[in-house]
């Protein structure tokens, strides 16, 4: 550890006068970030592309390291210039800025390795504590795992082994006097498990080498202004929470729509399948923020305390009304943005028998006071016409119309909570059109972030890497949060487990540039109502 | 800034060509026939527009320079954030008071469109100051606040104290255009009469980087520790920008708890203050000098404990050396942010920083002290 002259020893370090009150107080303390899996497609995308970002608006601190860690053999050097090219196609703002890369890229490092092997973090432990001296870092460190989910347990357990990462004293504990001591944090990406077995067992694994508070399990969704947003407009605004309830609200649905599909990850996607890559984490964590009732306190465990309640609520979907409540569905060659696309089983790594769900389309309940007697319709697909996150809530109709003529209905006011792209929410409300007629047309009162701010939001990666530095854990999952969701989701995937060694799967098809197949228009139209087109 | 201003690339600029009569209704009206022709579409159709507003935004401008340079940072925020800016100006050539609007208009996806921010600049001759409260009054968007930029220190203060501070929820300042320390003191005095009102001073928004690197200096694992143990510091700033350099060594002072004790001019003609902290003397030198530097005008900043030194120094105009004891010099990159991202960041969340008020008030006790023997200050 450096001992700078004029520091005696870290335990006798000072706090810092001047970070108090500074504007900027977001800006987090010195650190290192390790990052396995640095040759992968996440760390080129996004982790690398949000860590400039946020350097560019300068709420990285000067003294910050990036080790990549990955098997490749690669130098510094080397793996500085892919990192470039990656900011250069990836990053938010481009083009990237050369003075700035080339003081940004002077704190990044390559370290080759194998997940599996004592010998590999030895050698990383002996890089980072070279990399902390010269960088003058305190030691604080967070450690992101993007590596395949199968390397999962034994990182952590490396981890521990080599004390890379130590635990954190236990709650209670009297503070030493002076600055705090340094921080170890581990980013664990999604899927957290692949069913409610493998999740507790990785927990388990995982609680072994870390304590609870260092583990920052990352749902990017979480990150997304919009869903921020959604507590912001929800309980900081009067008009809102009190017809935020069955006695308002007709319906809810949730719509998860992605344009693409599998691409290169067809061998991930077969064992994933939609309800584990999508349903799980994101939209059930939507579904949570959206549903959960107010928090004693905007802090990470009050928050996370409602959101599992929202989770445990969750009525099982009903064994003898099953087809009713879940349909899956695969899709088959289409259209999809004026091309020709080939069906799922024609994928790269597919099997040409695949019965993996690409769709999946749900009606649930929760069982609550505010919810009770709510449906929530949650779907989400690859090759849906277009890419697309949003809530939309329907709100039941005025007690009495006045207006409707001839059976005529007026449509209902529909609030849309846009997640991506274009954030922002809209309102539907009916207006009475010019004229001597009473005629009633529907109007539509957007805000969205793009056009109405003059800044752009920042990347959700931004947003949840700041905070893990910064030790907020609010917009991360929880251990009894994975599990809760696990425990739903995972009597789905009995059942169909169950109908498949029974040789009854029944997976619908659709068209690729469809919205799904008839059976999921049909979970609704049995209700009286329709999927909204977003 | 964090959240550097994005100028929508798609913004299109309605403007009413000639000048009006300063009369609300025919304002709004003329605002609405823009408004009318901005919904009209290439292809003859028209579209709903709709119109976002954060702020209501006044500057204040003398004569026809004062009103291009105000002109100048109105239109550059104007596409950046949605507000209704509204700019007077004091002109003696003028023989009435009269307008001229405009309004600007972007495309969302799906082909909406919205007005985005809408500008107003009404001139008139100097007695036209008492006007200026009621037409702003009349003027400003209803359920949005309000602020006021006083940029120019020497305006007079009777318009913003008896028309423009009723009406307004932010005061913004530009202390860099305080070319002589003592205009600090009308700065805190009016900052003073102005109080509970959020105040932000687009001077201390433009020295916060060049403040977060130097605080950032002392994070862990050096820690406050040579801050406590200071002997001295001192600041090179460029001639002219003694303002700035005042106020960065009154934030030093205050969050360090140095006691300001006195001051005098020095042979290289800055200044130097001796300040005590702990029973132990500090002392603070303010030395112009030449280099480069943004409009912060901050060359340097050096701190020393007795052994050691903790240098801040600008190497280029967006580049700075932070030298720290036992740590390579490392070279990090430092922005200037426009007058448009400051007034923008202004009206945010970093315009309401409490600190400010303690320093200004603080730099102004610094630059009130009585000389020591060693000579005049001034």
Partial sequence: MLEPSGASSASAVLPNPLREGLAEERVPEPAAMVIFGASGDLTHRKLLPALYSLTRDRLLPARFAIIGFARRAVSDDAFREEMRAACSEFARRRPI??????????NIYYQQGEYEDPASFLALKQR??????????????????????????????????????????????PKPPGAAPPFARVIIEKPFGTDLETARAL?????????????????????????????????ANGIFEPIWNNRFVDHVQITGAESIGVEARGGYFEQAGSMRDMVQNHLLQVLSLFAMEPPIAFDPDSV????????????????????????????????????????????????????????????LFIDSWRWAGVPFYLRSGKRLPKRVTEIAVYFKEAPHLLFGRRGESIRPNVLAIRIQPDEGIALNFGSKLPGPAMEIAPVSMEFRYGSSFGVEPPEAYERLLLDCLLGDSTLFTRADEVEASWTWVSRIHRRWAEEAAQGKTALATYPAGSWGPPAADRLLTADGRAWRLP | MAAAVRLHTEVERFVRGEAIAVEVGEIERALGELWQQASASGDGRTAAVSRAALW????????????????????????????????????????????????????????????????????????AERHF?????????????????????????????????AVTDRLVFDTTACVRPEQLFDVERIATTAQPLPITDMGWLRLGALRAL????????????????????????????????????????????????????TSDGGVRFDFARAGQPVSGHLVPSDGPCGRSGILCVTLETGDDRYVLRRTALDQTLLQIPGVPPKPVKLDSPSDAELAVAALGSRGRDPLFVRCLSYARHLWSLEPDTAGSRR
Wanted: aromatic share 8%.
């Fill in chain 1, 97 to 106: 800025d050369p003075e700035l890369w080339a003081s940004f890229a002077r």
């Fill in chain 1, 128 to 173: 980072l504590t070279e990399i902390e001296k010269t960088q003058g870092l305190h030691g604080n460190r967070v450690f992101y795992l993007a590596t395949p989910p199968s390397s999962f347990a034994s990182v952590i357990r490396s981890l521990g082994q080599a004390e890379l990462a130590p635990k954190p004293a236990p709650p209670g504990t």
């Fill in chain 1, 203 to 235: 927990n388990r694994d995982v609680h072994e080498a870390l304590d609870e508070r260092q583990i920052y399990r990352i749902d990017h969704y979480l990150g997304k202004e919009t869903v921020q947003n959604l507590l912001v407009f929800r309980f």
């Fill in chain 1, 304 to 363: 996370r305390d409602e959101k599992l309640k929202v989770l445990k609520a969750l009525r099982f979907i009903p064994e003898s009304d099953f087809e009713r409540h879940v349909v899956r569905a695969q899709y088959v060659a289409g259209s999809n943005g004026g091309q020709s696309v080939r069906g799922y089983r024609e994928e790269p790594n597919v099997s040409p028998t695949s019965t993996t769900e690409t769709f999946v389309a749900l009606k």
């Fill in chain 2, 56 to 127: 209501n935004a006044v500057f204040l401008a003398r004569g026809r320079g004062g009103l291009a340079t105000a002109k100048q940072l109105v239109d550059e925020i104007a596409p950046a954030l949605p507000t209704r800016a509204l700019t007077l100006c004091l002109d003696d050539e003028r023989a009435s008071l009269d307008a001229t609007i405009e309004s600007n208009v972007v495309s969302q996806p799906g082909g909406a469109r919205m007005v985005y921010s809408e500008e107003i600049t009404i001139s008139g001759p100097a007695n």
């Fill in chain 2, 133 to 165: 409260g009621a037409l702003v009054r009349a003027l400003q968007i209803a359920g949005v606040p309000t602020a006021t930029f006083w940029l120019d220190p020497a305006a007079p203060e009777s318009l913003l104290s008896r028309e423009l501070l």
């Fill in chain 2, 214 to 265: 130097f605080a950032g200096m002392f994070d862990p694992p050096i820690g406050g520790a040579p801050l406590v143990h200071a002997r001295k510091i001192t600041i090179e700033h460029r001639a002219g920008c003694d303002t700035s350099a005042l106020l960065l060594l009154a934030w030093i002072g205050v969050q360090v708890g140095w006691r300001p004790l006195r001051a005098a001019q």
